[in-house]
């Protein structure tokens, strides 16, 4: 229910990360983990900037998705839309430590049993000097009053379109309050930091107002 905001994010966050850009020629290879990624929204995107827009087909991607049903509609997407040459860079399956350049998870962290866990998992199969990168729904920084109509907005308009729209509150329910959960940009921040990894700057970017936040991460060198 983001009134087509998700994709604008999703563009912005894949430029954000810039995959495939390299100053070496030529271009250096990358191994790429989309995390919960199951449809491949960011994959194909991911695969698009580095292959079309960078020029560097030595970019790869694994989708991970415990939902085995959209890994699958991930796979008929990908035969449907992307070029040979990008479905050949595309897989699912296991991730050796320390052998991955870049980790992303776009709104499946809120959903992880255990974020710790999760974040200790980016940190043991990313390489010295690879990126954990997340895009996820956060806090509102608009102040009391913004804050006030988009928890109202949430929590009462949402279910009830979920539920006029697809017959299905109890979704809609969950996805607010998961939301809701999840912690502070801030919060998120010192997370990944107890992780291990150095985070720089502020350490996230607030989208549409915090409505949505970018959280970035690199595994030490050393």
């Not at 695969?47 to 991970?64: C, E, F, Q, W, Y």
């Not at 866990?117 to 996820?136: D, I, Q, S, T």
Request: contains cysteine.
């Amino acid at each position: 229910m983001s009134f087509g905001w998700h994709r604008i994010w999703k563009d912005h966050f894949v430029r954000s990360l810039n995959p495939g850009s390299s100053a070496s020629h030529p271009p250096t290879a990358q191994h790429i983990l989309d995390v919960a990624g199951g449809t491949g929204d960011i994959a194909f995107r991911m695969l698009h900037h580095a292959h079309v827009v960078n020029g560097n087909p030595d970019v790869r991607v694994t989708i991970s998705d415990i939902n085995g049903s959209m890994l699958a509609v991930g796979a008929q997407r990908a035969a449907a839309q992307l070029p040979a040459s990008q479905q050949a860079a595309l897989s699912s399956g296991g991730i050796a430590p320390n052998s991955l350049d870049l980790y992303t998870v776009a709104f499946g962290i809120r959903n992880f049993s255990n974020i710790g866990a999760g974040l200790a998992e980016a940190y043991r199969v990313l390489k010295p000097g690879g990126v954990f990168a997340c895009l996820e729904f956060s806090k509102v920084d608009g102040g009391g009053l913004f804050d006030a109509a988009y928890q109202r907005w949430s929590f009462g308009a949402i279910p009830l379109i979920g539920q006029l729209v697809t017959g299905d509150r109890d979704s809609y329910q969950y996805l607010v309050e998961s939301i809701a959960r999840f912690p502070s940009q801030e919060a998120f921040r010192a997370m990944i930091e107890e992780a291990g990894f150095v985070v720089g700057g502020k350490g996230y970017e607030n989208l549409t107002g915090g409505v949505a936040a970018i959280h970035k991460g690199m595994k030490p060198l050393a």
